[in-house]
Protein backbone atom coordinates (compact mmCIF):
# COMPACT_ATOMS: atom_id res chain seq x y z
CA UNK A 1 0.00 0.00 0.00
CA UNK A 2 1.11 3.76 -0.91
CA UNK A 3 1.45 6.02 1.83
CA UNK A 4 -1.38 8.25 1.20
CA UNK A 5 -3.81 4.60 1.13
CA UNK A 6 -2.66 3.96 4.79
CA UNK A 7 -2.75 8.01 5.60
CA UNK A 8 -6.64 7.98 4.18
CA UNK A 9 -7.07 4.39 6.17
CA UNK A 10 -5.63 5.65 9.35
CA UNK A 11 -7.63 9.39 9.26
CA UNK A 12 -11.01 8.06 7.49
CA UNK A 13 -13.05 10.11 10.39
CA UNK A 14 -11.45 13.38 9.81
CA UNK A 15 -12.03 12.59 6.21
CA UNK A 16 -15.24 12.25 6.52
CA UNK A 17 -16.00 15.19 9.00
CA UNK A 18 -13.60 17.60 6.15
CA UNK A 19 -16.05 16.68 3.24
CA UNK A 20 -19.34 16.89 5.38
CA UNK A 21 -18.19 20.91 5.87
CA UNK A 22 -17.12 21.10 2.40
CA UNK A 23 -20.02 20.04 0.92
CA UNK A 24 -22.39 22.18 3.20
CA UNK A 25 -20.27 25.28 2.58
CA UNK A 26 -20.25 24.84 -1.41
CA UNK A 27 -23.61 23.47 -2.04
CA UNK A 28 -24.95 25.29 -4.84
CA UNK A 29 -21.52 25.41 -6.57
CA UNK A 30 -21.26 21.53 -6.38
CA UNK A 31 -25.10 21.59 -7.30
CA UNK A 32 -24.15 23.87 -10.84
CA UNK A 33 -21.24 22.02 -11.51
CA UNK A 34 -23.33 18.74 -11.18
CA UNK A 35 -26.08 19.61 -13.66
CA UNK A 36 -23.88 21.14 -15.81
CA UNK A 37 -21.49 17.84 -15.78
CA UNK A 38 -24.84 15.54 -16.12
CA UNK A 39 -25.70 17.69 -19.14
CA UNK A 40 -22.77 17.31 -21.01
CA UNK A 41 -22.18 13.61 -19.94
CA UNK A 42 -25.76 12.53 -20.88
CA UNK A 43 -25.34 9.88 -23.37
CA UNK A 44 -22.18 8.53 -21.11
CA UNK A 45 -24.63 8.36 -18.18
CA UNK A 46 -28.06 6.88 -19.93
CA UNK A 47 -25.22 3.98 -21.23
CA UNK A 48 -23.50 3.48 -17.65
CA UNK A 49 -27.05 3.28 -16.21
CA UNK A 50 -28.63 0.90 -18.82
CA UNK A 51 -25.26 -1.25 -18.03
CA UNK A 52 -25.98 -1.04 -14.40
CA UNK A 53 -29.38 -2.08 -14.29
CA UNK A 54 -28.56 -5.16 -16.50
CA UNK A 55 -25.74 -6.50 -13.79
CA UNK A 56 -27.89 -5.69 -10.58
CA UNK A 57 -30.98 -6.49 -12.11
CA UNK A 58 -30.96 -8.82 -9.22
CA UNK A 59 -30.71 -6.74 -6.10
CA UNK A 60 -32.94 -4.15 -7.97
CA UNK A 61 -35.93 -6.30 -8.03
CA UNK A 62 -35.62 -7.25 -4.45
CA UNK A 63 -35.09 -3.51 -3.49
CA UNK A 64 -38.74 -2.78 -5.25
CA UNK A 65 -40.32 -6.09 -3.56
CA UNK A 66 -39.47 -4.68 -0.14
CA UNK A 67 -39.68 -0.99 -0.83
CA UNK A 68 -43.22 -0.89 -2.74
CA UNK A 69 -45.65 0.36 -0.61
CA UNK A 70 -42.89 3.77 -0.02
CA UNK A 71 -42.65 3.62 -3.81
CA UNK A 72 -46.70 3.57 -4.52
CA UNK A 73 -46.75 5.91 -1.97
CA UNK A 74 -44.35 8.35 -3.31
CA UNK A 75 -45.47 8.16 -7.11
CA UNK A 76 -49.39 8.49 -5.68
CA UNK A 77 -48.57 12.08 -3.88
CA UNK A 78 -46.67 13.07 -7.00
CA UNK A 79 -49.28 12.51 -9.49
CA UNK A 80 -51.84 14.11 -6.49
CA UNK A 81 -49.13 17.58 -6.49
CA UNK A 82 -48.74 17.20 -10.92
CA UNK A 83 -52.21 16.08 -12.32
CA UNK A 84 -51.24 18.75 -15.84
CA UNK A 85 -47.43 16.98 -15.66
CA UNK A 86 -49.25 13.57 -15.52
CA UNK A 87 -51.49 13.80 -18.10
CA UNK A 88 -48.93 14.85 -20.20
CA UNK A 89 -46.59 11.87 -19.63
CA UNK A 90 -49.33 9.33 -19.89
CA UNK A 91 -50.21 11.15 -23.35
CA UNK A 92 -46.64 11.08 -24.54
CA UNK A 93 -46.46 7.96 -23.64
CA UNK A 94 -49.00 6.06 -25.18
CA UNK A 95 -48.51 8.18 -28.31
CA UNK A 96 -45.23 6.46 -28.24
CA UNK A 97 -46.24 3.32 -28.14
CA UNK A 98 -48.83 3.75 -30.87
CA UNK A 99 -46.09 5.16 -33.27
CA UNK A 100 -47.42 8.69 -32.94
CA UNK A 101 -46.20 11.47 -32.21
CA UNK A 102 -47.38 14.24 -29.33
CA UNK A 103 -46.85 18.12 -31.08
CA UNK A 104 -49.21 19.98 -28.24
CA UNK A 105 -51.15 22.74 -30.49
CA UNK A 106 -52.95 24.30 -27.40
CA UNK A 107 -51.82 24.41 -23.30
CA UNK A 108 -53.54 21.41 -20.55
CA UNK A 109 -56.43 22.90 -18.70
CA UNK A 110 -57.38 20.70 -15.73
CA UNK A 111 -59.72 17.61 -16.54
CA UNK A 112 -58.25 17.80 -19.99
CA UNK A 113 -57.63 14.87 -22.62
CA UNK A 114 -55.49 14.97 -25.19
CA UNK A 115 -56.34 13.90 -28.64
CA UNK A 116 -54.50 13.40 -32.08
CA UNK A 117 -55.91 15.36 -34.71
CA UNK A 118 -54.02 14.10 -37.10
CA UNK A 119 -50.50 11.39 -36.63
CA UNK A 120 -48.58 14.46 -35.17
CA UNK A 121 -50.26 16.66 -33.88
CA UNK A 122 -52.42 16.76 -30.39
CA UNK A 123 -55.10 19.24 -29.26
CA UNK A 124 -56.31 19.40 -25.84
CA UNK A 125 -60.03 18.50 -25.19
CA UNK A 126 -62.60 18.22 -22.21
CA UNK A 127 -62.34 14.49 -21.42
CA UNK A 128 -65.89 14.12 -21.23
CA UNK A 129 -66.19 15.29 -25.12
CA UNK A 130 -63.60 12.69 -25.49
CA UNK A 131 -64.74 9.76 -24.44
CA UNK A 132 -68.79 10.57 -25.74
CA UNK A 133 -67.09 10.05 -28.91
CA UNK A 134 -65.82 6.80 -28.54
CA UNK A 135 -65.30 4.36 -31.70
CA UNK A 136 -62.89 2.02 -30.15
CA UNK A 137 -60.16 1.55 -32.47
CA UNK A 138 -61.72 3.50 -35.50
CA UNK A 139 -59.16 6.47 -35.03
CA UNK A 140 -60.38 7.98 -38.12
CA UNK A 141 -64.33 8.04 -37.67
CA UNK A 142 -63.58 9.10 -33.89
CA UNK A 143 -61.50 12.11 -35.14
CA UNK A 144 -64.11 13.00 -37.61
CA UNK A 145 -66.91 13.22 -35.11
CA UNK A 146 -64.72 15.11 -32.40
CA UNK A 147 -63.49 17.61 -35.18
CA UNK A 148 -67.66 17.95 -36.01
CA UNK A 149 -68.41 18.81 -32.42
CA UNK A 150 -65.86 21.69 -32.66
CA UNK A 151 -66.89 22.43 -36.82
CA UNK A 152 -62.74 22.30 -37.48
CA UNK A 153 -59.35 22.54 -36.40
CA UNK A 154 -58.86 26.11 -36.11
CA UNK A 155 -62.91 25.99 -33.35
CA UNK A 156 -61.53 23.25 -31.47
CA UNK A 157 -58.32 24.98 -30.52
CA UNK A 158 -59.79 28.32 -29.67
CA UNK A 159 -62.83 26.62 -27.89
CA UNK A 160 -60.60 24.87 -25.88
CA UNK A 161 -58.47 27.64 -24.89
CA UNK A 162 -61.70 29.36 -23.47
CA UNK A 163 -62.78 26.67 -21.09
Not at 51 to 71: L, M, P, S, T
Not at 138 to 157: A, C, D, F, P, T
Request: hydrophobic content about 30%; some cysteine; charged content about 30%.
Amino acid sequence: MNNSRVWRTAHRKEIRAYRKVYNAAHREERKTYNKAWRAAHREEKKIYQKAYRVVHRKEIKAYRVAHRGEHSACIKTWNAAHPEKRSAIGGRSKAKRRNYEYNVLNDYFLGAVGHHVTDTEVVYIPGNVHVSCSYGSQKEKHRKKVMSLYGGLENMIQGCLKV
